[in-house]
């Protein structure tokens, strides 16, 4: 009995110590969380309830971007070795994320090429949002994810972001750096 | 003897590039001007032949980057001076030495490892009047003139002489003459000749006065070079040159990138028919887009000018026309067209998306570079309506629509309609208006519109795009590059 209690007991400090691994869908819903609160419902791009993103032709260029930047964000940037670093992000966001419909906002609609195809005019004015598989570094304590809105032959923007992890469990984002605008 | 001041000279704000080239020459100018003898006059040294010393000002707030063929940075900033000194020999060569037009810059040379910098002094001298457009890294095919390079003690390192934009010949004054001269590969195609001569006089005029320096005799080696450098030639005899521990590109020779017209808006990637678009849309704007347009179009760094290039490509979001990369490198925006939804839109329409991506590159710039309270308060306000650090399609967009930038695409656009034939009149001022609106329906302006206006831009907007009939509208534009 007490080397049950005493079980128990451990795995209650290990939790609230932060150990628990990041939740990838945490960096989704609190980065489309100003969409979700101004919206009922807000499309977010899954194809075959899958989420994946790639760099176009292959430039991942995470590294620079927070290397030109470091004064603005993370005290914590020294840490990092660039090859490692480059590498391992890279590969996190670029990975493929099976969606679990649980642990995203309820506000959240998943939509496809398909569902595209059949609004109005193709599609071609419809507003949604892309996001990669978030990328956690330097023991889950940050965060990085790509995100976008596509609305049209001339709308949109896709930035990266980071998130740093709060005490409480909560993710705050610390640095944003758009790429793109159309 | 006129100097020439690089024109559009802008208020002192800094890009971080040069703030950190002007604290590293703060603190390390009193080394740099060291001239290990009181007074300003010339005079020999154990290595070196000190020109008479004059007093300098950078201008900080303007220059131009390239890079050495090593792989160094380098930033030419514009000097400015009460006075320069003019060689003997070109002021013997004229019978007025107010024809003689100068300029002064300032190169900093980045050290490939750690944070210091090699810095030389250049001026040029020629009886042309296109002397602004010369530049260490790149010389005129019409060009004749002096160069001549000197430490920031104003010390002696060489002087080049160019015909037809080729370098003829360069010479080097040496204080002993058995040391040997640090020119690289100069014996490869070129011939020096190494002989006494009287010290080079120089002549330093303020106010039409003038004074001769000259002293005692040096040993000067010029080589003439059989493979003349420059735009038209096949590369020089020696192709740099050291002083000390310092190298330096020879002008002329340095890496251009492929593009001696780095300061026009680059669309050398861009179809013929394509260009001719977007020429035609330049040649016909007014009112702001030709002031844009011109910012871009200018031949000064940023700030005075901003750089873009149009190039065809996929973009993140492969629904889109066209997007624009949000971060400068190098002072460059690139604007990506993707051809794949573009290949079937009217001229009418592939002229508004450029319209449209320009703005864009403009506001990043104008946010980069701060030049008035007017734009920037505004982009600020926009940032803090929508509660974002970082410009995006919502601030930029809303911006677009709720000031006059919805108005201006859609004038522009009528002036370019009517340069190129169409008549206008016909077509009507609200064809323009609904074609403004391209790209910009997710916008709270939009959203007010009643549901037949937006229904009457988005069929307009589609049958443009596509060259097709859309919900009984039809283009009214011709397919563009057929």
């Given at each position: 009995?007490?080397?049950?209690?005493?079980?128990?007991?451990?795995?209650?400090?290990?939790?609230?110590c932060g150990s628990k691994e990041p939740d990838p869908?945490d960096i989704i819903n609190v980065t489309l969380h100003k969409?979700?609160?101004?919206?009922?419902?807000?499309?977010?791009?899954?194809?075959?309830?899958?989420?994946?993103f790639?760099f176009?032709?292959?430039q991942c260029m995470v590294w620079d971007i927070l290397n030109i930047n470091k004064e603005k964000i993370l005290e914590d940037f020294e840490l990092l070795s660039e090859n490692e670093f480059q590498e391992s992000i890279c590969k996190q966001l670029e990975s493929?994320?099976?969606?679990?419909?649980?642990?995203?906002?309820?506000?959240?609609?998943?939509?496809?090429?398909?569902?595209?195809?059949?609004?109005?005019?193709?599609?071609?004015?419809?507003?949604?949002?892309?996001v990669s598989n978030p990328a956690f570094f330097l023991n889950g304590k940050y965060a990085m994810i790509y995100k976008?809105?596509?609305?049209?032959?001339?709308?949109?923007?896709g930035m990266i972001e980071v998130y740093e992890a709060n005490l409480s469990g909560s993710w705050r984002l610390v640095f944003s750096h758009l790429l793109?605008?159309? | 003897?006129?100097?020439?001041?690089?024109?559009?000279?802008?208020?002192?704000?800094?890009?971080p590039?040069?703030?950190n080239?002007?604290?590293?020459?703060?603190?390390?100018?009193?080394?740099?001007?060291?001239?290990?003898?009181?007074?300003?006059?010339?005079?020999?040294?154990?290595?070196?032949?000190?020109?008479?010393?004059?007093?300098?000002?950078?201008?900080?707030?303007?220059?131009?980057?390239?890079?050495?063929?090593?792989?160094?940075?380098?930033?030419?900033?514009?000097?400015?001076?009460?006075?320069?000194?003019?060689?003997?020999?070109?002021?013997?060569?004229?019978?007025?030495?107010?024809?003689?037009?100068?300029?002064?810059?300032?190169?900093?040379?980045?050290?490939?490892?750690?944070t210091?910098?090699?810095?030389?002094?250049?001026?040029?001298?020629?009886?042309?009047?296109?002397?602004?457009?010369?530049?260490?890294?790149?010389?005129?095919?019409?060009?004749?003139?002096?160069?001549?390079?000197?430490?920031?003690?104003?010390?002696?390192?060489?002087?080049?002489?160019?015909?037809?934009?080729?370098?003829?010949?360069?010479?080097?004054?040496?204080?002993?003459?058995?040391?040997?001269?640090?020119?690289?590969?100069?014996?490869?195609?070129?011939?020096?000749?190494?002989?006494?001569?009287?010290?080079?006089?120089?002549?330093?005029?303020?106010?039409?006065?003038?004074?001769?320096?000259?002293?005692?005799?040096?040993?000067?080696?010029?080589?003439?070079?059989?493979?003349?450098?420059?735009?038209?030639?096949?590369?020089?005899?020696?192709?740099?040159?050291?002083?000390?521990?310092?190298?330096?590109?020879?002008?002329?020779?340095?890496?251009?990138?492929?593009?001696?017209?780095?300061?026009?808006?680059?669309?050398?990637?861009?179809?013929?028919?394509?260009?001719?678009?977007?020429?035609?849309?330049?040649?016909?704007?007014?009112?702001?887009?030709?002031?844009?347009?011109?910012?871009?179009?200018?031949?000064?760094?940023?700030?005075?000018?901003?750089?873009?290039?149009?190039?065809?490509?996929?973009?993140?979001?492969?629904?889109?026309?066209?997007?624009?990369?949000s971060t400068?490198?190098?002072?460059?925006?690139?604007?990506?067209?993707?051809?794949?939804?573009?290949?079937?839109?009217?001229?009418?329409?592939?002229?508004?998306?450029?319209?449209?991506?320009?703005?864009?590159?403009?506001?990043?710039?104008?946010a980069a570079?701060?030049?008035?309270?007017?734009?920037?308060?505004?982009?600020?306000?926009?940032l803090?309506?929508?509660n974002t650090q970082t410009h995006n399609?919502?601030?930029?967009?809303?911006?677009?629509?709720?000031?006059?930038?919805?108005?201006?695409?859609?004038?522009?656009?009528?002036?370019?309609?009517?340069?190129?034939?169409?008549?206008?009149?016909?077509?009507?001022?609200?064809?323009?208006?609904?074609?403004?609106?391209?790209?910009?329906?997710?916008?709270?302006?939009?959203?007010?519109?009643?549901?037949?206006?937006?229904?009457?831009?988005?069929?307009?907007?589609?049958?443009?795009?596509?060259?097709?009939?859309?919900?009984?509208?039809?283009?009214?534009?011709?397919?563009?590059?057929?």
């Amino acid at each position: 009995m007490r080397i049950i209690t005493l079980f128990i007991l451990l795995l209650t400090v290990t939790n609230g110590c932060g150990s628990k691994e990041p939740d990838p869908f945490d960096i989704i819903n609190v980065t489309l969380h100003k969409y979700l609160t101004e919206n009922n419902e807000v499309l977010l791009f899954a194809e075959g309830n899958e989420i994946n993103f790639n760099f176009l032709e292959n430039q991942c260029m995470v590294w620079d971007i927070l290397n030109i930047n470091k004064e603005k964000i993370l005290e914590d940037f020294e840490l990092l070795s660039e090859n490692e670093f480059q590498e391992s992000i890279c590969k996190q966001l670029e990975s493929t994320l099976v969606v679990d419909h649980k642990k995203l906002s309820k506000k959240l609609k998943l939509i496809d090429n398909n569902y595209l195809k059949n609004q109005e005019y193709g599609g071609a004015f419809t507003s949604y949002h892309v996001v990669s598989n978030p990328a956690f570094f330097l023991n889950g304590k940050y965060a990085m994810i790509y995100k976008a809105v596509h609305c049209g032959m001339e709308c949109g923007d896709g930035m990266i972001e980071v998130y740093e992890a709060n005490l409480s469990g909560s993710w705050r984002l610390v640095f944003s750096h758009l790429l793109w605008i159309s | 003897m006129q100097q020439e001041e690089f024109p559009n000279k802008v208020a002192e704000t800094y890009d971080p590039a040069s703030e950190n080239i002007k604290n590293w020459f703060e603190a390390n100018k009193e080394v740099l001007i060291s001239r290990n003898q009181q007074g300003s006059e010339s005079f020999r040294t154990k290595n070196n032949f000190l020109f008479p010393y004059i007093e300098k000002e950078i201008d900080w707030t303007q220059h131009k980057t390239y890079k050495f063929k090593d792989g160094r940075e380098v930033a030419e900033f514009p000097v400015l001076s009460e006075k320069i000194p003019i060689p003997g020999f070109l002021v013997d060569s004229v019978d007025d030495k107010s024809k003689i037009k100068i300029k002064q810059s300032v190169l900093f040379v980045k050290k490939l490892e750690g944070t210091d910098y090699s810095p030389l002094l250049v001026r040029f001298y020629s009886l042309q009047e296109n002397i602004d457009q010369v530049s260490y890294n790149h010389i005129p095919k019409d060009w004749n003139g002096i160069i001549e390079a000197f430490g920031m003690n104003d010390g002696h390192f060489i002087t080049f002489n160019f015909e037809d934009g080729k370098m003829v010949s360069y010479s080097k004054i040496k204080a002993n003459e058995a040391k040997s001269l640090k020119l690289r590969n100069e014996n490869k195609s070129s011939t020096c000749y190494t002989y006494l001569v009287e010290n080079p006089y120089h002549m330093v005029c303020i106010g039409g006065k003038c004074t001769t320096h000259h002293q005692g005799y040096s040993v000067r080696t010029v080589c003439i070079t059989y493979q003349p450098s420059g735009p038209g030639g096949s590369g020089p005899g020696g192709d740099s040159f050291c002083e000390e521990f310092d190298c330096y590109a020879f002008p002329g020779t340095v890496d251009l990138g492929d593009k001696l017209e780095e300061d026009k808006i680059d669309m050398e990637e861009l179809s013929d028919c394509h260009k001719k678009i977007i020429e035609g849309l330049i040649g016909s704007t007014q009112q702001e887009f030709k002031r844009i347009f011109e910012k871009f179009n200018g031949n000064q760094p940023a700030p005075a000018n901003y750089n873009v290039k149009f190039q065809y490509g996929v973009c993140a979001n492969p629904n889109a026309n066209a997007c624009t990369s949000s971060t400068l490198v190098n002072n460059w925006s690139t604007i990506t067209f993707n051809p794949n939804n573009l290949g079937n839109a009217t001229d009418l329409s592939f002229a508004r998306t450029v319209l449209h991506e320009t703005l864009h590159a403009y506001l990043l710039f104008e946010a980069a570079y701060p030049s008035n309270c007017d734009l920037n308060c505004l982009l600020n306000s926009y940032l803090n309506r929508y509660n974002t650090q970082t410009h995006n399609n919502q601030t930029h967009h809303n911006l677009f629509v709720e000031t006059k930038f919805l108005n201006d695409i859609a004038t522009e656009l009528r002036n370019y309609a009517a340069g190129v034939g169409y008549n206008v009149n016909t077509l009507g001022n609200q064809f323009f208006k609904d074609m403004a609106w391209g790209g910009l329906h997710d916008t709270d302006l939009f959203k007010t519109l009643n549901q037949s206006d937006r229904n009457r831009i988005s069929n307009l907007l589609l049958a443009e795009n596509t060259s097709s009939t859309q919900n009984n509208v039809s283009p009214k534009g011709i397919k563009a590059c057929e």
